[in-house]
């Protein structure tokens, strides 16, 4: 990976985290939105780049992506809504609510189970407009920044 395409791919996950935390923290303010807009301006710039899209296949994908990021980012807030409520439900010396636990608990997996569908047909409506290479070298670049954003929140949480 030459050093050009590294700094882009810590530029858009420091950017992934940044906007993760600001609308975490602020919930849809101004700057969470502007950041994830720059967030996937970046991304969609390096998937360009990264698989050599031609001029026909850029906004095709581009739509795709915008199609399916808003979805995403629903998926995401609704999982992260049932861990604020779960963790508020395990304090340590306060009784949980049994039913509240359960609902959050459920809530979590459906989200997960929701974003993982969700990058399934996001895949499948690439199928149409990439080339079987062109695919895989997105699932790869995506799963990468995936893992540097993980790598990063786990360098930001402080020590239990």
Same mark, same amino acid.
């Given at each position: 990976?030459?050093?050009?395409i590294?700094?882009?791919?810590?530029l858009?996950?420091?950017?992934?985290?940044?906007s993760?935390? $600001?609308a975490a923290?602020?919930g849809? #303010?101004?700057? +969470?939105?502007r950041? !994830?807009?720059?967030? %996937?301006?970046?991304?969609?710039?390096q998937v360009?780049q990264?698989?050599g899209?031609? %001029?026909?296949?850029?906004?095709?994908?581009s739509?795709?992506l915008s199609?399916?990021?808003?979805?995403r980012?629903? +998926?995401?807030?609704?999982?992260r809504?049932h861990r604020? #409520?779960?963790a508020r439900?395990?304090?340590? #010396?306060? +009784?949980?609510?049994a039913?509240?636990?359960a609902?959050?608990v459920?809530g979590?997996?459906?989200?997960?189970?929701?974003?993982?569908l969700?990058?399934?047909? %996001?895949?499948?409506?690439?199928?149409? $407009?990439?080339t079987?290479?062109?695919?895989?070298?997105?699932?790869?670049?995506?799963?990468?920044?995936?893992? !540097? $954003?993980? %790598?990063?929140?786990?360098?930001? !949480?402080?020590?239990?």
């Open positions: 990976m030459t050093r050009v590294r700094i882009g791919f810590l858009i996950a420091s950017t992934m985290v940044l993760a935390s $600001v923290q602020a849809q #303010g101004p700057r +969470a939105v950041l !994830r807009g720059e967030l %996937e301006r970046r991304f969609a710039e360009q990264n698989l899209l031609t %001029e026909e296949q850029a906004p095709k994908v739509a795709i199609r399916f990021a808003e979805q980012r629903e +998926a995401e807030q609704s999982e809504l604020v #409520g779960l439900q395990l304090r340590p #010396g306060i +009784a949980a609510n039913d509240s636990v609902a959050h459920d979590i997996t459906a989200a997960r189970v929701r974003y993982a969700l990058m399934q047909e %996001e895949m499948t409506a690439l199928d149409v $407009v990439l079987p290479v062109q695919r895989g070298q997105f699932f790869m670049l995506r799963d990468r920044i995936l893992q !540097r $954003v993980q %790598e990063l929140r786990e360098q930001r !949480r402080p020590p239990s």
